[in-house]
């Protein structure tokens, strides 16, 4: 049994998050080697959650190497469909370098629209914002610009 357990709603959103992705790691007909295990590993610390493509035709042998993979390398089972195998794990911290002359990096930003007719969900976009951007009242995404002072408060400033 495998060391992380997951409600149904959070492996929901696993699985949607795991939909746009690629497989990372593909198993052929030597089947679950060592040398495969270690790149699973390397891949789910690098990436968190992965899919891996099983070209065996076998259903049993896909579930043995499923239930395998998340056994060895403490990994929650997110999904079985097909060929494919969704793992997730989650990543190890980094080890930030100390460096004060830097300035923080782009953020992403949700932003809700909601639907004019009131019977619609809202649709939920995230939106990357740079350091020279900023979000304007309708959620568009516009360039900052400097504040401006008035002249007197300008001239009291030293």
């Known amino acids: 049994m495998p060391a992380i357990q997951l409600t149904p709603a959070q492996r929901k959103e696993k699985r949607a998050d795991a939909h746009h992705l690629d497989p990372v790691v593909m198993i052929g007909s030597d089947g679950l080697t060592a040398a495969v295990q270690k790149e699973t ?19 049993d042998t896909r579930e043995t190497i499923f239930a395998t993979l998340s056994d060895a390398l403490n990994a929650a089972p997110i999904q079985h469909i097909g060929k494919l195998l969704v793992l997730w794990r989650p990543m190890p911290p980094k080890e930030k370098a100390e460096r004060t002359d830097r300035k923080p990096g782009p953020k992403v930003v949700k932003i809700l629209k909601f639907s004019k007719s009131g019977n619609h969900r809202a649709q939920v976009k995230k939106i990357k914002v740079l350091g020279n951007e900023r979000i304007a009242a309708g959620g568009e995404l516009k360039r900052a610009r400097r504040r401006v002072t008035s002249v007197k408060k300008s001239a009291q400033q030293p």
């Open 41 to 59: 590993d390397a891949a789910l610390n690098a990436h968190g959650l992965i899919k891996v493509r099983v070209l065996s035709d076998e259903r």
